[in-house]
């Protein structure tokens, strides 16, 4: 098992230099991952958060240790253990 984290369970953020910060006005909650299996992918990830996610999904955006802080990433894209992640739709 991992926990990866999604930045849209984000909570609102006043400082623009918080750390785990990513999205513009929001800080990642680092208190509440998704927990999946290893070698979950992004797509999977998506249609734990919601079935809209998975059907809308464009592109996503990871924070972790397999890719640069950042990366965009499409949805076969294999998840490691404490990544952040943005779901674009």
């Known amino acids: 098992m991992m926990k990866v984290w999604s ?3 984000s909570i609102p953020c006043p400082w623009p ?4 910060f990513h999205r513009e006005g929001y800080a990642t909650d680092l208190n509440t991952p ?3 299996k ?3 992918t992004v797509e999977e990830l ?3 958060v919601h079935k809209d996610f998975l059907e809308k999904f464009k592109t996503a955006r990871v924070w972790g240790s397999g890719v640069f802080d950042g ?3 499409g949805r076969d894209y294999v998840l490691q ?4 992640v943005e779901l674009r739709i």
């Open 34 to 36: 998704f927990v999946l």
């Open 81 to 84: 253990d404490g990544d952040v």
């Open 71 to 73: 990366q965009p990433v």
């Open 38 to 40: 290893r070698g979950a």
């Open 17 to 20: 230099a918080a750390p785990n």
């Open 46 to 48: 998506a249609s734990r």
């Open 7 to 9: 930045t849209e369970a």
